[in-house]
């Protein structure tokens, strides 16, 4: 047994301090993770929203370590909207822990994250989609449409990315080909790039369309999505590709 109390506080201040390197509370934040002691919870949230309004992540991802090490999946409400606070980082070590906890209770967490993407900011539509992808099922194709056609570019980008795989579910094929008359640029370069993981030859016609695409970038998903297809009814638009202005789409 260890003194939860005692070892929160001192990842707290060492999460404040920033005086040791991590190897000095690993052993610390592992044992609080598995102590079972949900008395901590209040305790931890408060410092969660500490260093979320400090922008402290190292302080933000120690803590989620902890609670999700507490609670599982009842844990995952909490680091998602941590997670949809923007704190200039990759997230990676939150992101992880998001996604083992839905792994480790695929329903629970599908039922936690489908919430989150219908929710009332597009933050947290944002994150609710994006960990919607990890447990995605056929039947989540409707809400994924819904989100497609979302006010905010983001949301639309990373429902596209959500959509599970088309290429022997036509509904979700045709919601990414529609994203590709998306006014956003990053739309459409999610929803060129999908396709061009589906192996379906109806998938061809639809990016050739966007060979002449304003965007560079876009113009080089192209080409890359119809390279990956190998189809010969792509051949003339890479060809035309090989000639573009751009050095990244020749």
Known sequence: MIDSRGALEAVVRHAVDLEDDYEDVASVVTALAACGDTSLVPQLQEALDRFLDEKNF??????????????????????????????????????????????????????????????DTPELRRVGLWALGFVVEAQDVELLAAAAADPDPGVRSVAIG?????????????????????????????????????GRADAVAPLVALAADRS???????????????????????????????????
């Open 58 to 119: 190292y302080g933000r991802d120690l803590i989620a370590a902890v609670l999700a090490g507490i609670q599982g999946v009842a844990a995952l409400p909490v680091l998602l909207r941590a997670s949809a606070r923007d704190l200039g980082d990759d997230q990676d070590s939150l992101q992880a822990e998001i996604i083992e906890l839905m792994h480790a209770d695929r329903a629970a967490g599908r039922r936690v994250v489908r919430e989150f993407a219908a929710g």
């Open 162 to 198: 959500a959509i599970p795989d088309p290429a022997g579910d036509d509904w979700a094929f045709a919601v990414l080909a529609a994203a590709l008359g998306d006014l956003d640029e990053q739309v459409r370069v999610s929803a060129v790039s999908r396709l061009g993981y589906t």
């Open 216 to 250: 560079p970038r876009v113009r080089s998903m192209v080409a890359y999505a119809l390279g990956r297809l190998g189809n010969d009814e792509a051949t003339p638009a890479l060809l035309q590709l090989l000639d573009d202005p751009d050095r990244h789409a020749r």
